[in-house]
């Protein structure tokens, strides 16, 4: 089978070498990468292009997603499969956002990097980079993955879980797609299926969604605080357990409420990494429904502050996008 499959090179660890201020960019890292990939054998043919200038990890903006969506349309038809390389930072978010450009994708879009440069002893880069080629060729392939320590995640379920181990990701609310072992597996299960539909959208305001984590003391000034800014139209809040507020300060709930009626688009996200939001499991949660703050579920993190870009991109009405919130556009909440 000759499968031919684009690799994009964002940026990341997976492409730095050492210098005297710490890892940077290396030079030439398509060459370089080509003469160790040409050491194994089995993989399909690929061909490499790279971003200008490359994304540091950290300095990610949302902008830059729709800079690599454009790059794999530019070439969708030419390739059956995409492998992206990104720093592992950000590269969830990056998934995230990506299957929401991509919903109902018909071939794979596969990002990896690795925690240790290509060039350094023990590097993870060969195998994340081999395996997640072999994978992009399967024709069962499809969809925003992400493949890293020898496993396949789900890109809108996943999370960047441990900044030391080389199983850095992780999905804490659906199984792993696959796993590598040494066997690869023929057909990885592949997200579920969904009618193709593009969200193309020309520009993403960096500055239209913010994310508030809930703590002890956490008051309606914060709140408050979140209408200076002109351009903001969604909020992530990061609440305790099952979607819980303090219910002991009236005014933390009335600011809340005045934002919504604003026309802020508020999302509720449990800081739990396991298990959904369920509005009404307790009181203080059920006003927050009443007030027309919407549940987030199980999404991760990354999975809601992207699905609340793109949607506000995509809608001025607030209430169409609190109703397009609430349904699995792709998988990614159960």
């Known amino acids: 089978m000759n499968r031919r499959i684009l690799v994009l090179h964002t940026g990341g ?8 201020q710490g890892y940077r960019p290396m030079a030439q890292f398509g060459t370089t990468l080509r003469q160790h990939l040409a050491t194994l054998s089995g993989l399909p043919d690929y061909d490499f292009i790279e971003l200008a200038p490359l994304i540091d990890s950290a300095n990610l903006l949302p902008s830059h997603w729709l800079k690599i969506a454009r790059e794999l349309r530019t070439h969708w038809n030419r390739y059956e499969g995409f492998v ?5 930072d950000t590269l969830a978010w990056t998934a995230s956002a990506l299957s929401f450009l991509f919903q109902g994708a018909d071939r794979p879009i596969i990002l990896t990097g690795s925690q240790i440069p290509l060039l350094e002893p023990r590097s993870d880069a060969p195998a994340n980079l081999g395996t997640a080629l072999m994978l992009a060729s399967s024709p069962a392939s499809r969809g925003v ?11 809108n379920r996943s999370t960047k879980s441990s900044s030391t181990d080389f199983q850095a990701f992780s999905s804490p609310n659906v199984p792993a797609l696959a796993r590598a072992g040494i066997h690869l597996p023929s057909q990885p299960p592949a997200p ?8 193309i959208i020309d520009t993403l305001d960096a500055h239209a969604v913010m994310v508030l984590t809930v703590y002890p003391g ?15 139209r969604g909020l992530v809040l990061c609440s305790y357990g099952a979607g819980n507020l303090p219910d002991t300060d009236p005014a933390l709930l009335e600011a809340l409420a005045r934002i919504v009626k604003r ?31 919407v549940s987030a579920s199980d999404m991760t993190l990354e999975a809601a502050f992207a699905k609340l870009h793109i949607l506000l991109a995509l809608h001025r009405d607030p209430q169409q996008v609190r109703e397009q919130f609430r349904i699995a556009l792709c998988g990614e909440m159960s």
């Open 13 to 20: 660890t997976i492409g730095m070498e050492r210098s005297s």
């Open 84 to 88: 992206i390389l990104h720093g592992t």
């Open 145 to 155: 993955t992400i493949f890293f320590g020898g496993t396949l995640l789900q890109g």
């Open 192 to 199: 579920e299926a969904v009618p193709a539909h593009n969200a």
């Open 218 to 232: 956490l008051s309606a000034t914060q709140i408050n605080a979140l209408t200076e800014t002109p351009s903001l």
């Open 263 to 293: 026309g802020i688009v508020v999302v509720n996200r449990t800081q739990c990494a396991h298990g959904p939001v369920v509005h009404g499991t307790y009181a203080t949660s059920s006003t927050l429904e009443r007030i027309g703050i």
